[in-house]
């Protein structure tokens, strides 16, 4: 099901978690990595902080498409939930950094003294799955930019 802007249950889910899993690739070897994030809901965009020496920010930065996952961890099948999703990341500049790191630290005030010259960054999402079993097993919510 193909919606203008995520539903309602994919927002919720995103915004009630913190931690991501970003998936990156360099000559065709794959990478994860878990991060803090905060959602810009009015934008569509996951909004972290990571140094350039990273293998996940090098990856990026040659190869801006990434994919993400978040997850709730249960074994109650019918409490399942998750996320999986697809973006292009970009590092924030100017007003955007600004913006970023003020909604970041709202969300973490606590990492206030460790983000003085660490770089920020964004995914504009392009397509979001959220699977919830408490909507009817395996029900799938889709949202993408583009039609399906």
Same mark, same amino acid.
């Given at each position: 099901m193909?919606?203008? +802007? %995520?539903?309602?249950?994919?927002?919720? !889910?995103?915004?009630?978690?913190?931690i991501?899993?970003?998936?990156?690739? &360099?000559?065709?070897? =794959?990478?994860?990595?878990?991060?803090?994030y905060?959602?810009?809901?009015?934008?569509?965009? !996951?909004?972290?902080?990571s &140094?350039? *020496?990273?293998? /996940?920010?090098?990856? +990026?930065?040659? /190869? =801006?498409?990434?994919?993400?996952?978040?997850?709730?961890?249960?074994?109650?099948?019918?409490?399942?939930?998750?996320?999986?999703?697809?973006?292009?990341?970009?590092?924030l500049?100017? &007003? &955007?950094?600004?913006a970023?790191?003020?909604?970041?630290?709202k969300? !973490? %005030?606590?990492a206030? %003294?460790?983000?003085?010259?660490? %770089?920020?960054?964004?995914?504009?999402?392009?397509?979001?799955?959220?699977? *919830?079993n408490r909507?009817?097993?395996?029900?799938?919510?889709?949202?993408?930019?583009?039609?399906?």
């Amino acid at each position: 099901m193909r919606m203008e +802007a %995520p539903d309602k249950h994919i927002v919720r !889910f995103i915004k009630k978690h913190h931690i991501f899993t970003l998936a990156t690739a &360099e000559n065709n070897l =794959p990478y994860c990595a878990t991060c803090f994030y905060v959602y810009a809901e009015q934008n569509n965009t !996951f909004i972290f902080t990571s &140094e350039y *020496d990273t293998t /996940h920010i090098r990856h +990026a930065v040659q /190869h =801006p498409s990434v994919a993400g996952t978040i997850a709730l961890e249960t074994k109650i099948i019918g409490k399942i939930r998750g996320i999986q999703f697809t973006g292009t990341i970009k590092e924030l500049r100017e &007003e &955007e950094l600004i913006a970023g790191n003020k909604l970041y630290l709202k969300k !973490f %005030p606590y990492a206030k %003294p460790f983000l003085k010259n660490t %770089p920020f960054w964004s995914i504009d999402v392009n397509f979001i799955k959220l699977t *919830d079993n408490r909507l009817g097993f395996a029900n799938k919510l889709i949202w993408s930019k583009k039609k399906l």
